[in-house]
């Protein structure tokens, strides 16, 4: 989608703006309540890259090769949707997202076909779900819109199209927020203690003259410092008002610039073998998550075979790793996942910690590159402004 606010005149952003403020806030959602479990604990299985196509006569990319004459989309051997399965089982998580490029659209024949062969394995699990879209998801035959509108569909997620009260200015599809409450029983159990934004980081520039990739576009920042804003008012509202903001995480496809900061020996953990493929100019999201504070860590897909992350003025910035066998990878690098947990304070009832770590695809799903991101007793500070 272009970036239209870069060829506004001053005085129709000005009242574009002004109309954002005068729109009506979220009203409250007949969707399911996702909450702490009993042992203090939600977890976040992230799938980043499957690049699914036609099934099993889609060959794998970049495996060894013992591994290539049974390796496809799907079979009952080494393939995208048999990981799911067993990181699935092994990890029992509370929600799964999908971080993009789940399909790869240039060899897919039927894209609604193979969005629900991508997903089945989640949705067999009955466990809650979410999507949004990389840059190959739309290059087959439907539209990013029509993809995401298909997506909301599908049985468990919770995925959105875009969140109701900025349908009519937000750029992109797939741009929303999930609110994980507090334990059952316990006093926060129906305040939201870790904030969940999901955003859609586009596929490829439309702006003259500035190729490459797409980015996170102003309207979705306004979006996301108003929702987070929102978030933090009820956090501190009456009953049991809390002091300061519930973290949160954020979740989008295309990395952000910033990520060009680390590599294998300055990141916290993990490993770079390629380039940031982000978009050529800044649009300055990674300044206005810092600015908010409340976001402690951003994961994204995108780049295969970077799998690290490194903390930049506070903000964790996350890469999945790839999962997918139709994807790009590195022979004899295991394909992977990424796994998030917060876990609360068991006196207060609110986030205690966040910790990471990946999952490979190997014979015993081994665990790698564990991890604290987070921890509230050394990360205590004034709250932002409202």
């Not at 599809?173 to 934004?197: D, P, R, T």
């Not at 990520?259 to 993990?270: C, I, M, P, Q």
């Not at 800044?282 to 976001?295: C, E, H, I």
Request: glycine content about 6%; overall charge positive; aromatic content about 10%.
């Amino acid at each position: 989608m272009a970036d239209k606010t870069r060829r506004r005149t001053t005085l129709f952003s000005s009242l574009f703006f002004v109309c954002l403020c005068l729109s009506p806030l979220p009203t409250s959602s007949q969707r399911p309540k996702l909450r702490f479990g009993p042992n203090g604990e939600f977890k976040i299985l992230q799938v980043a890259d499957m690049h699914f196509a036609n099934g099993a006569t889609t060959r794998c990319l970049d495996v060894l090769p013992t591994q290539k004459a049974h390796c496809s989309d799907l079979n009952t051997l080494t393939n995208t949707t048999v990981f799911m399965s067993r990181v699935i089982a092994a990890e029992k998580p509370d929600l799964i997202v999908f971080t993009g490029d789940n399909i790869f659209g240039f060899d897919v024949k039927d894209p609604l076909k193979s969005m629900n062969a991508a997903f089945a394995p989640a949705i067999d699990s009955k466990i809650p779900w979410v999507a949004i879209l990389g840059n190959h998801d739309q290059e087959s035959t439907l539209t990013r819109q029509e993809l995401m509108k298909h997506i909301v569909k599908l049985p468990n997620t919770l995925s959105q199209v875009n969140p109701p009260e900025a349908a009519h200015y937000i750029d992109g599809f797939g741009n929303y927020n999930l609110q994980i409450h507090g334990a059952a029983e316990s006093s926060l159990q129906n305040k939201s203690v870790l904030n969940l934004y999901f955003l859609d980081s586009g596929d490829y520039s439309s702006v003259p003259y500035m190729e490459g990739y797409d980015w996170v576009k102003t309207s979705q920042q306004f979006w996301f410092e108003r929702t987070s804003k929102r978030l933090q008012r009820v956090y501190n509202a009456e009953p049991n008002p809390q002091q300061g903001t519930a973290p949160g995480l954020a979740y989008f496809h295309i990395p952000l610039p910033e990520f060009w900061s680390f590599n294998s020996k300055n990141a916290t953990k993990g490993v770079r073998q390629e380039g940031t493929y982000s978009a050529s100019t800044n649009s300055g999201f990674f300044t206005t998550l810092v600015a908010r504070g409340d976001v402690k860590s951003v994961f994204v897909g995108h780049d295969h075979v970077n799998d690290f992350c490194g903390k930049l003025k506070g903000l964790n910035l996350c890469y999945g790793g790839g999962f997918g066998y139709h994807a790009y990878g590195k022979a004899g690098w295991e394909r992977r996942a990424r796994v998030v947990v917060a876990e609360l304070n068991k006196k207060k009832g609110d986030v205690k910690t966040i910790r990471t770590w990946k999952r490979l695809d190997d014979q015993h799903l081994s665990v790698i590159d564990a991890q604290v991101l987070w921890t509230s007793s050394v990360n205590r500070s004034v709250a932002p402004r409202l």
